[in-house]
């Protein structure tokens, strides 16, 4: 039996979860469990590349609101890859309180200049590949922040450099002149299942904007101003039309900076990561998949990470069990999974299962996986 799930938000990581439920299948001898925790290249990313055994490493960087920390990224020694997990150095997670954006928040003052610098510190390793996972971020500056780490330089009308991403709708140069130069050598791929463009009413600004502090009366302005990044860059790299590509609106934007200042692949988040897990040879004579996440709704199933595990399986005819938190997926739902078990289907108090999972899922494992 193959364990392939992802992370409980908020209560366990992915290899807490997988863990839980080899102890409570472990008083089932005739089972045999292979655990792989995998991600979809947002929050929990960087603990799954530490179970595979990549090493952590950090640097200083800038956060998404000024403030300087200590990021990280995964290091695969091996093949000289990186993996960065766009969220440690501009996340959300790094501005809420208790789960929430301040009042004061500023959607517009928030830069993705970290990510640049974590890109450098991989870099500075030595790294021939960069896998950056597009999620989670509190950003819409079109990656204006992560050029800038770069050495790429914004220049308004009159020749004056633009540094403020709130000053966004006054650039109209990129001076590329500065660009690190070990960009050019090095294989990057965008790692996200966003599919949303740059612009416009399915954009950046106007879908996630306002998820970050964007306020409604902002979005018409702000959109015109990632415009106003683009267009400039896309000029001085010699590009067309990427700001209109399938993820350039990952991220607040991070996606389109990733492909026309960086050269970078668009790739399925899901789908690298369980590439990079090796999940395909682990399936190889496996006879049941389980997989799952906290919470089971109608976002599971376009590209999240239990339904990338699923659709490999369903390729080898081999059945899937979703373990979740909570399932919300209506019942007349078409999902591929075989059967969907819930941690209250065992633990009916949900704050037992948020405060104290692991022990709930290692019953639900005992009691129900093999029923």
């Not at 990952?250 to 090796?278: E, K, P």
């Not at 007349?332 to 289907?345: G, K, L, N, Y």
Request: aromatic content about 4%; hydrophobic content about 45%; proline content about 5%.
């Amino acid at each position: 039996m193959l364990l392939a799930v992802d992370k409980f938000k908020g209560t366990a990581t992915a290899a807490e979860v997988a863990g839980a439920l080899a102890r409570g299948l472990a008083e089932h001898p005739e089972v045999q469990t292979v655990q792989v925790p995998v991600a979809d290249g947002g929050d929990g990313t960087l603990q799954v590349c530490e179970a595979l055994g990549w090493r952590l490493r950090s640097a200083r960087v800038t956060g998404p609101d000024g403030a300087a920390l200590r990021a990280r990224f995964a290091w695969d020694e091996p093949r000289r890859r990186a993996v960065i997990e766009v969220a440690e150095a501009c996340g959300m997670r790094l501005l809420t309180r208790d789960g929430e954006l301040p009042e004061d928040a500023d959607a517009e003052t928030a830069t993705s200049r970290g990510v640049g610098q974590l890109v450098l510190a991989a870099l500075d390793a030595g790294a021939e590949e960069v896998v950056l996972g597009l999620g989670g971020s509190a950003t819409t500056d079109a990656g204006f922040g992560m050029a800038q780490a770069l050495g790429v330089r914004f220049l308004d009308g009159t020749g004056e450099p633009v540094a403020d991403p709130r000053r966004l709708a006054e650039v109209a140069r990129a001076d590329l002149s500065g660009l690190d130069a070990r960009v050019r050598s090095v294989r990057f791929v965008a790692a996200s299942d966003v599919t949303n463009p740059l612009l416009g009413p399915d954009g950046a600004a106007a879908v996630f904007g306002p998820q970050k502090g964007l306020a409604a009366e902002r979005i018409e302005p702000r959109d015109a101003a990632l415009g106003r990044v683009a267009a400039a860059v896309e000029e001085a790299a010699g590009t067309a039309d990427v700001a209109d590509r399938p993820g350039a609106g990952a991220a607040g934007g991070l996606g389109f900076m990733t492909l026309a200042l960086l050269g970078a692949r668009y790739a399925s988040g899901v789908q690298t990561f369980l590439d990079l897990a090796g999940v395909d040879d682990l399936l190889e004579g496996t006879d049941l998949v389980v997989t799952g996440e906290g919470k089971l709704d109608e976002q599971t199933l376009r590209g999240k990470a239990p339904a990338g595990v699923a659709g490999r399986a369903a390729e080898r005819g081999i059945p899937v069990v979703a373990v979740c938190g909570q399932n919300t997926l209506p019942p007349s739902t078409r999902h591929p999974f075989q059967r969907i078990v819930a941690m209250t289907d065992v633990e009916p108090d949900v704050r037992s299962c948020l405060r104290n999972p692991l022990p709930v899922l290692e019953r639900l494992a005992r009691e129900r996986l093999l029923a």
